[in-house]
T-cell receptor, first 113, second 115 residues
Framework: NAGVTQTPKFQVLKTGQSMTLQCAQDMNHNSMYWYRQDPGMGLRLIYYSASEGTTDKGEVPNGYNVSRLNKREFSLRLESAAPSQTSVYFC????????????FGSGTQLSVL | GENVEQHPSTLSVQEGDSAVIKCTYSDSASNYFPWYKQELGKRPQLIIDIRSNVGEKKDQRIAVTLNKTAKHFSLHITETQPEDSAVYFCAATAGEAGANSKLTFGKGITLSVRP
């Protein structure tokens, strides 16, 4: 039981490049989330998926897209990376009826040059 | 929307002393308040939570108290140990169980425990 798995762990991009962050959970959770963490800013929600087939914007969605591929997988795509997207990205999941109890992945450290 | 603030932003205590971390929230409809601990380079992990129908909750050396009237809640750590050194995030949500609730996080407090 691996919990929430994110790939890659580290990534360096040039401005304008695109990439997809992958996330998978094996806990049969319904809801999945993408957060970004910046120094002094806490955890800010980018997008979330309450259940398979649905996605919604969070607090800071601009510059990102998401896909809930199936119940297990939720990916985050940067179409044209910008230096302002340099951050640590965390995927999380939660169980139906316990949407507040988040289980986080180990994070992806992304640098955009 | 909900606004969660944490005070202070950093806290340093001597090993064995107690630490208190405070958070305030703005939405009086918020009814669930978790605390997450993030050790350096690690993922955030839930350590304790409280619902609005409870005033205090304890789990070994940690406790959380809630004052709904003043809209603030606090994390109390007794007999601090070096492994308590971490960033602590408070959060709040007004969602009902099963509803599309989303957590709003504070900016985090860095706790340092001096040996």
């Amino acid at each position: 039981n691996a919990g929430v798995t994110q790939t890659p762990k580290f990534q360096v991009l040039k401005t304008g490049q695109s990439m997809t962050l992958q996330c998978a959970q094996d806990m049969n959770h319904n809801s999945m989330y993408w957060y970004r963490q910046d120094p002094g800013m806490g955890l800010r929600l980018i997008y979330y998926s309450a259940s398979e087939g649905t996605t919604d914007k969070g607090e800071v969605p601009n510059g990102y897209n998401v896909s809930r591929l199936n119940k297990r997988e939720f990916s985050l795509r940067l179409e044209s990376a910008a230096p302002s997207q340099t951050s640590v990205y965390f995927c999380a999941s939660s169980l139906r009826g316990q949407k507040e109890k988040l289980f986080f992945g180990s994070g992806t450290q992304l640098s955009v040059l | 929307g909900e606004n969660v603030e944490q005070h202070p932003s950093t806290l340093s205590v001597q090993e064995g002393d107690s630490a208190v971390i405070k958070c305030t929230y703005s939405d009086s409809a918020s009814n669930y308040f978790p605390w997450y601990k993030q050790e350096l380079g690690k993922r955030p992990q839930l350590i304790i939570d409280i619902r609005s129908n409870v005033g205090e909750k304890k789990d070994q050396r940690i406790a959380v108290t809630l004052n709904k009237t003043a809209k603030h809640f606090s994390l109390h750590i007794t007999e601090t140990q070096p492994e308590d050194s971490a960033v602590y995030f408070c959060a709040a949500t007004a969602g009902e169980a099963g509803a599309n609730s989303k957590l709003t996080f504070g900016k985090g407090i860095t706790l340092s425990v001096r040996p």
